[in-house]
């Protein structure tokens, strides 16, 4: 029997800026699962809001392995999920697990691999779900891969992180400090950076909204220069960082979302780089899956003690979710951005 699912569909393309016109709530159903499918049926209990995915909103590929989503198709999302029913021996009734599923309220996968080709991945629901979509998922594996294999942290050093109060750049900062690093963080609101500083130790923040000249601005808060820039925001703030770089400074490019939404901006001060002997690399969460064990080895224990303190803004009901989407984009929210359908 086929299950009701409210679900998100993409209608339309968009090179600028998000609207509610780009996206469709849809009353469809899931088909029943067939008997030797190896299917599994999921409840989706959080869905995950991600820059990644506005990327594949262009009727165009804009450079990731991702080919752009299908018109009229619901979105592709990383979620929190608890199984249903299952066709499919590794997964059993009551399963909780994370995967890339689809902005529903239900999810069916096929075979039992995701919509990226991997297994689906159980988890312990006794840790609280959300961390399984910020620090012990997909943004804290991408801060932990940047800080810690790319940027090769040491105490003492001098890191930068723009879009700081986003799941990654939180994550970043804190692992940084962890490594006993001083870390600088840009956001967009005056309380952001108070949150900051004052709820996740950052030593120091800007609102890169009111400071005017961001070369000044990164040269005051770094008068020993940058040794790592954890890259979220790309443009003039990727600019204004290279002017600043130590020498054999590591720029890891997790994103570049300034770029997301319009033209995307040159870059007029790449020598700089070989001017410090500085390392820029971009990389993707996936490339570096045989770590994933080594991180959550490290990261669970910090989270369960409180040492690495997430946040989350979680919106409620999957009609919400394109407001919730475009308001992700424009940096409303503190921490990571989830939706519970």
Same mark, same amino acid.
């Given at each position: 029997?086929?299950?009701?699912?409210?679900?998100?569909?993409?209608?339309?393309?968009?090179?600028?800026?998000?609207?509610?016109?780009?996206?469709?709530?849809?009353?469809?159903?899931?088909?029943?699962?067939?008997?030797?499918?190896?299917?599994?049926?999921?409840?989706?209990?959080?869905?995950?809001? &991600?820059?990644?995915?506005?990327?594949?909103?262009?009727?165009?590929?804009?450079?990731?392995?991702?080919?752009?989503?299908?018109?009229?198709?619901?979105?592709?999302?990383?979620?929190?999920? !608890?199984?249903?029913?299952?066709?499919?021996?590794?997964? #059993?009734?009551?399963?909780?697990?994370?995967?890339?599923?689809?902005?529903?309220?239900?999810?069916?996968? !096929?075979?039992?691999?995701?919509?990226?080709?991997?297994?689906?991945?159980?988890? &312990?629901?006794?840790?609280? /779900?959300?961390?399984?979509?910020?620090?012990?998922?997909?943004?804290?594996?991408?801060?932990? *891969?940047? *800080?810690?294999r790319i940027g090769e942290a040491k105490s003492g050093e001098q890191v930068f992180v723009s879009a700081a109060s986003g799941g990654v750049g939180l994550a970043a900062g804190q692992i940084a400090k962890m490594r006993g690093c001083r870390v600088v963080g840009s956001v967009s609101t005056d309380?952001?950076? +108070?949150?900051?500083?004052?709820?996740?130790?950052?030593?120091?923040?800007?609102?890169?909204?009111?400071?005017?000249?961001?070369?000044?601005?990164?040269?005051?808060?770094?008068?020993?220069?940058?040794?790592?820039?954890?890259?979220?925001?790309?443009? #003039?703030?990727?600019?204004?960082?290279?002017?600043? /770089?130590?020498?054999?400074?590591?720029?890891? *490019?997790?994103?570049?979302?300034?770029?997301?939404?319009?033209?995307?901006?040159?870059? !007029?001060?790449?020598?700089?780089?070989?001017?410090?002997?500085?390392?820029?690399?971009?990389?993707?969460?996936?490339?570096?899956?045989?770590?994933?064990?080594?991180?959550?080895?490290?990261? /669970?224990?910090?989270?369960?003690?409180?040492?690495?303190?997430?946040?989350?803004?979680?919106?409620?009901?999957?009609?919400?979710?394109?407001?919730?989407?475009?308001?992700?984009? +424009?940096?409303?929210?503190?921490?990571?951005?989830l939706v519970d359908p």
């Amino acid at each position: 029997m086929a299950t009701p699912c409210k679900q998100i569909l993409l209608v339309k393309y968009s090179s600028e800026e998000l609207s509610d016109e780009n996206f469709e709530v849809s009353e469809g159903e899931i088909e029943a699962i067939q008997a030797g499918s190896g299917d599994v049926l999921i409840k989706n209990v959080l869905l995950s809001l &991600d820059p990644w995915n506005r990327l594949c909103m262009h009727s165009t590929n804009q450079g990731l392995y991702f080919p752009p989503f299908s018109i009229g198709k619901p979105v592709p999302v990383l979620s929190v999920s !608890r199984v249903i029913s299952s066709d499919n021996a590794d997964y #059993k009734a009551g399963d909780f697990l994370t995967c890339l599923a689809t902005a529903s309220e239900y999810s069916l996968i !096929r075979g039992g691999k995701d919509g990226a080709g991997f297994p689906l991945k159980k988890i &312990d629901p006794n840790v609280p /779900l959300e961390n399984y979509l910020s620090f012990l998922g997909l943004p804290g594996f991408t801060a932990w *891969i940047g *800080i810690v294999r790319i940027g090769e942290a040491k105490s003492g050093e001098q890191v930068f992180v723009s879009a700081a109060s986003g799941g990654v750049g939180l994550a970043a900062g804190q692992i940084a400090k962890m490594r006993g690093c001083r870390v600088v963080g840009s956001v967009s609101t005056d309380e952001k950076v +108070r949150f900051l500083k004052e709820e996740f130790g950052f030593d120091d923040a800007f609102n890169y909204k009111k400071e005017k000249d961001w070369n000044a601005t990164l040269a005051r808060m770094f008068p020993n220069g940058i040794d790592i820039y954890f890259e979220n925001v790309g443009g #003039k703030m990727l600019e204004a960082a290279l002017n600043h /770089l130590n020498l054999h400074a590591r720029i890891p *490019i997790s994103g570049m979302i300034s770029q997301y939404n319009k033209l995307a901006d040159g870059v !007029r001060n790449l020598m700089n780089l070989v001017g410090r002997c500085a390392k820029m690399e971009g990389f993707l969460a996936y490339d570096h899956i045989t770590h994933y064990d080594e991180f959550v080895s490290e990261m /669970l224990p910090l989270v369960a003690e409180s040492k690495i303190v997430s946040k989350h803004t979680i919106t409620k009901g999957i009609e919400n979710f394109p407001l919730a989407f475009i308001g992700m984009m +424009r940096g409303e929210n503190i921490g990571k951005a989830l939706v519970d359908p």
